[in-house]
């Protein structure tokens, strides 16, 4: 599976070899995507998955796509790919559900990355084979992220399982 390219950023879908890469360096990231890594990269949380994402890409292309994916910039430097945002999906679907996460840097928030990121992300997840609904779960407080997923076409639908947490569902007609 190959990169998805949509208006403002490029999508790569991790794998094992991206994600070692990640747990190695900076530098030996940037080299295998091609693209500026800020010094400010990972977003927060990202860090903390990467080795569980390992774990599940070894071995199993079947799981690229649904670990994590890299949001490289197209319109940030001239002539330059800049990584900006991660994000993807807590697995293969469930019971015909995926659960979507996402986050964007400081420097690049509030221009509507994430919420191209979450549309794309959706749009593919929905694509593939035993998908009927993606997830979010986002604290009642994340304001920002909140408005991504509204502006993305999700529906609030109640509390989530975290306290404090909001479900919200996108799910076609």
Known sequence: MGPVAIRRMRLVPATAELVRAELTSKVALAEALGAVVPA???PEDWADVLPLFLEFLEGESQHVGWYGWYGLLTDAQPGALVLAAGGGFKGP????????GYAVLPQFQRRGYAT???VALTAWALAQAGVER??????????PSLRVLAK?????VGEGKEPGSLCWVFQPE
């Open 116 to 118: 191209e990121m979450v």
């Open 152 to 156: 993305a076409g999700f529906q609030l």
């Open 93 to 100: 679907p469930e019971d015909g559900e995926v659960e979507i």
């Open 134 to 143: 993606v997830i979010a779960e986002v604290k009642a407080e994340n304001h």
């Open 40 to 42: 400010n990269w990972p």
